[in-house]
């Protein structure tokens, strides 16, 4: 009897891998948690979506400090020449914050509201900073001395905001649809009413005005608009030179928009006017062309489920505002929660992606010197300072990626996953992972510690890790889930390094269709 050959046993592969990019998409607060695309997150605070890569965001450090009372204004001088100067209005007083540290003392004092609007003019005689307030007597500043706004036919204690067009300075009046111009290249001095009354069908007040560039698609080519914003929502647009001739000077149109945020609605982007409204945050140029039932135009199109929350619940707080960070390709949208807990919806310009901060508590904002600054508690802050720890304190970053069936829809049992990260330190990572579309975080906070650094004359070259280098960390880690659809959702915490995250590998078993 001829013994057969002993057949090896094959056995099939039970486990597979999977990779999925690190959500540059940004936060979707908008579309069904079901069918969101990979690249997107449910949940991303204090991440900022990058082109190609998840970063933890930047830190923040004080700058000024002593100011006594909570920040509300920052205001800044850019003359042609010379020296650019920021001030902050906190309480009744003004202070130069121009240079870092305790603040000394202040150029203004006896102010009733530290709420101020303000532009740079310029004229025959060099640049002013002119600001209004609605309350106290508006003020300039020459790059020297400080003066109030000397008006005559109005007065400037009842302006509550300030813009310049076609080489004037126009105002509004508080609590009226009252505009008021002053004359060519003049920073006081005779002030003519403008009225608005007969423009708006739903009346009330104006809160805001703002220029408007658009490209008129013929031989003139770029064309300012001044606009009037209402509390109503209404906005009335103005194109020409000379108000006092209606040859000149005429009116485009009237639209409705979403009710105002309040008074700073408004920020010049390049040539377009961006508005924040009930509906969200959106250009003039496509608001306008478009109706308020169409929210895909809105810039905040994406995160419309948490826009419309936070305009609703938070719309008669102080603290709504815009803010542009050029060199991060950053839009800020300062959202008003509390005095002292506000929070900011953050897009990347260039993708259009969105996050979440958290831990910064700004009542406003400014760019001096192309870096951006808010106002907290007594303080002036440098936020996304280079730095990666809030004056001290860890960031703690959370995200809840998309959920995905990462290649089948069978059962599927998770048991290991590795997070690809680019770091200089060593960061705390908390690791969870919710399936089926729970969206239970992680419990606690990540801990971590500092790596040891090599020291110079000890450290052993291409050994030690020195302050400067950067390490891709990508360690596999335990993950426990079983379901059909799963996400990876984990935190940060980092103190004094940066943390950049490309992609996640998953180590998996698929089981039936049951």
Same mark, same amino acid.
């Not at 891998?17 to 540059?24: G, L, N, Y």
């Not at 009037?228 to 929502?233: A, I, P, S, W, Y």
């Not at 050029?326 to 969105?354: C, F, H, K, R």
């Not at 050994?463 to 079983?482: E, F």
């Given at each position: 009897?001829?013994?057969?050959?002993?057949?090896?046993?094959?056995?099939?592969?039970?486990?597979?891998?999977?990779?999925?990019?690190?959500?540059?998409?940004?936060?979707?607060?908008?579309?069904?948690?079901?069918?969101?695309?990979?690249?997107?997150?449910?949940?991303?605070?204090?991440?900022?979506?990058?082109?190609?890569?998840?970063?933890?965001?930047?830190?923040?450090?004080?700058?000024?400090?002593?100011?006594?009372?909570?920040?509300?204004?920052?205001?800044?001088?850019?003359?042609?020449?010379?020296?650019?100067?920021?001030?902050?209005?906190?309480?009744?007083?003004?202070?130069?914050?121009?240079?870092?540290?305790?603040?000394?003392?202040?150029?203004?004092?006896?102010?009733?509201?530290?709420?101020?609007?303000?532009?740079?003019?310029?004229?025959?005689?060099?640049?002013?900073? =002119?600001?209004?307030?609605?309350?106290?007597?508006?003020?300039?500043?020459?790059?020297?001395?400080?003066?109030?706004?000397?008006?005559?036919?109005?007065?400037?204690?009842?302006?509550?905001?300030?813009?310049?067009?076609?080489?004037?300075?126009?105002?509004?009046?508080?609590?009226?649809?009252?505009?008021?111009? =002053?004359?060519?290249?003049?920073?006081?001095?005779?002030?003519?009413?403008?009225?608005?009354?007969?423009?708006?069908?739903?009346?009330?007040?104006?809160?805001?005005?703002?220029?408007?560039?658009?490209?008129?698609?013929?031989?003139?080519?770029?064309?300012?608009?001044?606009?009037?914003?209402?509390?109503?929502?209404?906005?009335?647009?103005?194109?020409?030179? $000379?108000?006092?001739?209606?040859?000149?000077?005429?009116?485009?149109?009237?639209?409705?928009?979403?009710?105002?945020?309040?008074?700073?609605?408004?920020?010049?982007?390049?040539?377009?006017?961006?508005?924040?409204?009930?509906?969200?945050?959106?250009?003039?140029?496509?608001?306008?062309?478009?109706?308020?039932?169409?929210?895909?135009?809105?810039?905040?199109?994406? /995160? $419309?489920?948490?826009?419309?929350?936070?305009?609703?619940?938070?719309?008669?707080?102080?603290?709504?505002?815009?803010?542009? =960070?050029? $060199?991060?390709?950053?839009?800020?949208?300062?959202?008003?929660?509390?005095?002292?807990?506000?929070?900011?919806?953050?897009?990347?310009?260039?993708?259009?992606?969105?996050?979440?901060?958290?831990?910064?508590?700004?009542?406003?904002?400014?760019?001096?010197?192309?870096? /951006?600054?808010?106002?907290?508690?007594?303080?002036?802050?440098?936020?996304?300072?280079?730095?990666?720890?809030?004056?001290?304190?860890?960031?703690?970053?959370?995200? =809840?990626?998309?959920?995905?069936?990462?290649?089948?829809?069978?059962?599927?049992?998770?048991?290991?996953?590795?997070?690809?990260?680019?770091?200089?330190?060593?960061?705390?990572?908390?690791?969870?992972?919710?399936?089926?579309?729970?969206?239970?975080?992680?419990?606690?906070?990540?801990?971590?510690?500092?790596?040891?650094?090599?020291?110079?004359?000890?450290?052993?070259?291409?050994?030690?890790?020195?302050?400067?280098?950067?390490?891709?960390?990508?360690?596999?880690?335990?993950?426990?889930?079983?379901?059909?659809?799963?996400?990876?959702?984990?935190? /940060?915490?980092?103190?004094?390094?940066?943390?950049?995250?490309?992609?996640?590998?998953?180590?998996?078993?698929?089981?039936?269709?049951?």
């Amino acid at each position: 009897m001829v013994r057969r050959a002993v057949q090896p046993v094959v056995k099939q592969q039970v486990s597979r891998t999977t990779s999925i990019p690190a959500p540059t998409g940004g936060w979707n607060a908008r579309d069904n948690i079901a069918s969101m695309e990979p690249q997107d997150a449910v949940i991303m605070q204090n991440f900022f979506p990058a082109t190609t890569s998840v970063q933890l965001r930047q830190g923040s450090t004080n700058w000024a400090t002593g100011l006594g009372n909570q920040v509300n204004s920052l205001m800044v001088y850019n003359p042609t020449l010379g020296t650019s100067k920021m001030f902050a209005a906190a309480g009744g007083n003004v202070y130069d914050v121009t240079a870092q540290g305790p603040v000394g003392a202040p150029v203004l004092t006896s102010q009733t509201s530290d709420k101020w609007q303000y532009i740079n003019f310029a004229n025959a005689g060099g640049v002013h900073l =002119l600001m209004v307030n609605g309350s106290d007597s508006g003020q300039k500043y020459d790059g020297t001395t400080w003066s109030a706004m000397a008006l005559t036919g109005a007065s400037s204690a009842d302006m509550i905001h300030i813009d310049r067009y076609a080489n004037r300075v126009w105002m509004i009046q508080k609590q009226s649809l009252s505009a008021w111009y =002053l004359a060519v290249g003049a920073i006081q001095g005779a002030a003519t009413l403008f009225d608005l009354t007969p423009v708006f069908n739903r009346g009330s007040y104006l809160v805001a005005l703002g220029v408007w560039t658009v490209d008129a698609g013929d031989s003139s080519g770029m064309t300012d608009y001044l606009c009037f914003v209402t509390n109503q929502g209404e906005v009335a647009i103005y194109q020409g030179t $000379d108000p006092s001739q209606a040859t000149t000077f005429s009116k485009k149109g009237v639209w409705r928009l979403g009710a105002p945020m309040a008074t700073r609605c408004l920020m010049k982007y390049g040539g377009d006017l961006l508005y924040i409204g009930r509906d969200g945050l959106a250009p003039f140029t496509k608001a306008l062309a478009s109706s308020r039932v169409n929210t895909q135009v809105n810039l905040t199109g994406k /995160i $419309d489920g948490a826009i419309n929350v936070a305009t609703n619940t938070y719309a008669g707080l102080f603290g709504w505002q815009i803010a542009f =960070l050029p $060199d991060n390709n950053m839009l800020i949208l300062n959202i008003p929660v509390s005095v002292g807990n506000q929070e900011q919806y953050v897009m990347n310009t260039i993708t259009g992606a969105w996050c979440r901060f958290t831990g910064w508590a700004a009542n406003c904002w400014d760019l001096f010197n192309e870096q /951006i600054y808010f106002g907290g508690n007594g303080t002036v802050v440098k936020a996304w300072d280079g730095s990666f720890d809030d004056n001290g304190s860890s960031i703690i970053g959370e995200c =809840l990626q998309a959920f995905s069936y990462m290649g089948s829809s069978q059962l599927k049992q998770w048991v290991m996953a590795r997070p690809i990260i680019q770091t200089n330190g060593a960061p705390g990572i908390q690791m969870g992972f919710n399936v089926d579309y729970d969206t239970t975080p992680p419990v606690g906070t990540p801990g971590f510690s500092q790596p040891t650094y090599g020291i110079w004359d000890s450290g052993l070259w291409d050994v030690a890790l020195w302050g400067t280098d950067s390490l891709v960390r990508k360690d596999w880690q335990y993950i426990s889930g079983v379901g059909y659809a799963g996400a990876l959702h984990f935190r /940060i915490g980092a103190l004094d390094c940066s943390v950049n995250w490309a992609s996640t590998d998953f180590l998996m078993r698929d089981g039936g269709v049951l």
